[in-house]
């Protein structure tokens, strides 16, 4: 079963505008981390944020904590073309042994 | 590049017929994951392996096994091959420290499965 549930499915943007993608989870958590996925082929890592932890930046990544309603967002500025992927959130389970829990994903398009 | 590679990229076989994906893990990562990823859904945690031994298993039933070596590279093998395990496996490699805390999870490339 699947704990991270991204909002919305997909999203269309043009370039130079912000992308905003929530995650929500159900469990206590160790932390949750934003992953990218180009056409199927393997994920890279953007950013982790820690539950003790409330917003983090990476470069143009702005991502969010709310541990008390178990929701993140990851939020993309002045997007590019080459953004255009499909945005995972994966959550670490507290007590557990390091296996992420992935939502279904936002499908990103980012048009020039 | 995360320095974790897979093998091979593309695979394709028949149903009831097995299969062995390999996995090669990031310089320092000594713990292993893997996951199958359906089309269009996120990936699904299959099993950790770490020292060698299973460390953790996800919803999968026992045809899907794996291995680790002591380079800690990985295989994952499924057996009696089913239409419905078509799907893209992805490892991911860590580093899981003696205290107990773990750094990020690099994934790999993937194979993409197909079972006709």
């Known amino acids: 079963s699947q704990q991270g549930e991204e909002d919305p499915q997909a999203l269309s943007i043009q370039e130079g505008e912000n992308a905003t993608m929530n995650c929500s989870y159900k469990?206590?958590?160790?932390?949750l981390q934003w992953y990218r996925q180009n056409s199927g082929r393997g994920l890279v890592h953007l950013i982790l944020?820690?539950?003790?932890?409330r917003e983090k930046h990476s470069g143009r990544l702005r991502v969010t904590l709310d541990t008390s309603k178990k929701s993140s967002s990851l939020l993309i500025t002045a997007s590019r073309a080459a953004d255009t992927a499909s945005y995972f959130c994966?959550?670490?389970?507290?007590?557990?042994?390091?296996?992420?829990?992935f939502g279904a994903g936002t499908r990103l398009a980012v048009h020039p | 590049e995360t320095g974790v590679t897979q093998s091979p990229t593309h695979l394709i076989k028949t149903r009831g017929q097995q299969v062995t994906l390999r996995c090669s893990s990031q310089?320092?990562?000594?713990?292993v994951s893997w996951y199958q990823q359906a089309l269009g859904q996120g990936p699904q945690f299959i099993f950790q392996?770490?020292?060698?031994?299973?460390?953790g298993r996800g919803n999968f039933p026992p045809r899907f096994s794996g291995l680790q070596f002591p380079n800690y590279s990985s295989e994952l093998n499924v057996n009696a091959l089913e239409l419905d395990d078509s799907a893209l496996y992805l490892c991911?490699?860590?580093?899981?420290?003696?205290?107990?805390?773990?750094?990020?999870?690099?994934f790999g490339p993937g194979t993409r499965l197909t079972v006709l």
């Open positions: 994966a959550t670490d389970a507290a007590g557990g042994y390091n296996k992420l829990i």
């Open positions: 469990t206590s958590i160790n932390n």
């Open positions: 944020i820690r539950s003790n932890e």
């Open positions: 310089s320092g990562h000594n713990t």
């Open positions: 392996y770490y020292r060698e031994e299973e460390n």
């Open positions: 991911a490699t860590q580093r899981i420290r003696t205290s107990g805390g773990a750094d990020t999870q690099y």
